[in-house]
């Protein structure tokens, strides 16, 4: 139903590793959006890319490295982190155009469960 | 930003309607108001949405207030698979014409036999 996608589904790495996530979606949308998801914490929003280009960055620290190669595919790559950073990753879509209906609707891939050790 | 709040928690007896109020006092005249729910561990799932009329789906209703300052989604015959966190998230428009959604606690509902 959701026609977004990430791999893996749980990730565990020390705190040494480089990892990435990715997130596809075939649902022809232009916007693509990495959210993280503490334990008892509301949805962040961490990077936007809005036709390949990143338009927002939330003050995400630079172990956290974003990467958009077309529409379809959005990374994120993982490196030296640390134990906070242990959430759940999720990644949505959604058209780019405004027009203030259904279609601005984000939809949400199932996430990446990650900890770090 | 418009802000929303939300009751914490609720409770439903299954196959009854759930009514999940949401303020949104500060919200301006363009902007929409968007129910998300999240089911444990999973990633959120679009709801409804509208600007000032009522709207029904097959999943939902939601009656917005004149004024436009609280919503109400109704789930009208609630189940089991109906529990999770429902988020009222009032929608700003994003610098490159996207939209931005901004999360808050959002309604726990526990849905019970």
């Known amino acids: 139903e959701t026609g977004v996608t990430q791999t893996p589904r749980h990730l565990v790495m020390g705190m040494t590793n480089k990892k990435s996530l990715k997130c596809e979606q075939h649902?022809?949308?232009?916007?693509m959006y990495w959210y993280k998801q503490s334990a008892k914490k509301p949805l962040e929003l961490m990077f936007v890319y809005n036709f390949k280009e990143q338009t927002e960055n939330n003050s995400v620290p630079s172990r956290f490295s974003p990467e958009c190669p077309n529409s379809s595919h959005l990374f994120l790559h993982l490196h030296t982190l640390q134990p906070e950073d242990s959430a759940l990753y999720l990644c949505?879509?959604?058209?780019?155009?405004?027009?203030?209906?259904?279609?601005?609707?984000?939809?949400f891939g199932p996430g990446t469960r990650l900890t770090v050790l | 930003d418009a802000k929303t709040t939300q009751p914490p928690s609720m409770d439903c007896a299954e196959g009854r309607a759930a009514n999940l109020p949401c303020n949104h006092s500060?919200?301006?005249?363009?902007?929409?108001v968007y129910w998300y729910r999240q089911i444990h561990s999973q990633g959120p799932q679009y709801i409804i949405h509208g600007l000032k009329n009522n709207e029904t789906n097959e999943m939902a209703s939601l009656i917005i207030t004149e004024d436009r300052k609280s919503s109400t989604l109704i789930l009208p015959h609630a189940t089991l698979r109906d529990t999770a966190v429902y988020y009222c998230i009032v929608r700003l428009r994003g610098t490159g014409g996207y939209n931005k959604l901004i999360f808050g606690a959002g309604t726990r509902l526990a849905v019970h036999p």
């Open positions: 949505a879509s959604s058209p780019s155009e405004w027009s203030g209906g259904a279609s601005d609707t984000q939809y």
């Open positions: 649902l022809g949308h232009n916007a």
């Open positions: 500060t919200i301006s005249g363009n902007e929409y």
